[in-house]
């Protein structure tokens, strides 16, 4: 009984410590839009539908900040999420890319939604529509490896 009071009172005191954390998030990075993902690459609307429900909240400058991102704690995990996802690729960026470099990031794209791994299931736990079905894996793959195979082939 003296444990889990113990226990409470701890959570109790990091959790009025954090909420007392002002916390205001940087803005988003602009970006030049003639770089971004549908300018110059054509992407099926069904595809780029699929991209913007599932991936460019991480991946992209055009994240949708839901209300709990101005929460303390999930401010930072969320953000850190973001953060992580633009440095490893940015759709609003892509053009900046080489054309190897994004032919690599189609290959993988398609092999982590394959294999569930992308969008992960933290992401999807709270986002309904970032699943992806079967459909949706098979259309992102057909247009992934197409494109891909047009940037290594002299594509730009």
């Not at 410590?17 to 549908?38: F, I, M, N, V, Y």
């Amino acid at each position: 009984m003296r444990r889990g009071a113990v226990i409470l009172a701890a959570l109790a005191i990091v959790a009025m410590g954090s909420a007392a954390l002002s916390h205001s998030r940087e803005p988003d990075p602009r970006s030049d839009p003639a770089t971004a993902l549908g300018v110059r690459t054509p992407v099926p609307m069904p595809v780029m539908s699929t991209l913007r429900h599932a991936c460019f909240d991480c991946h992209s400058n055009e994240t949708r900040w839901p209300w709990y991102s101005s929460l303390p704690i999930a401010s930072w995990l969320i953000e850190r999420d973001v953060k992580a996802g633009r440095g490893q690729f940015n759709f609003s960026r892509w053009t900046e890319y080489n054309p190897f470099d994004r032919a690599s990031l189609l290959v993988k794209m398609c092999e982590m939604a394959t294999g569930h791994a992308m969008p992960p299931q933290r992401y999807r736990l709270l986002h309904a529509e970032a699943r992806l079905s079967e459909a949706d894996i098979t259309e992102l793959c057909a247009w992934t490896r197409l494109e891909a195979a047009h940037l290594v082939g002299g594509g730009s």
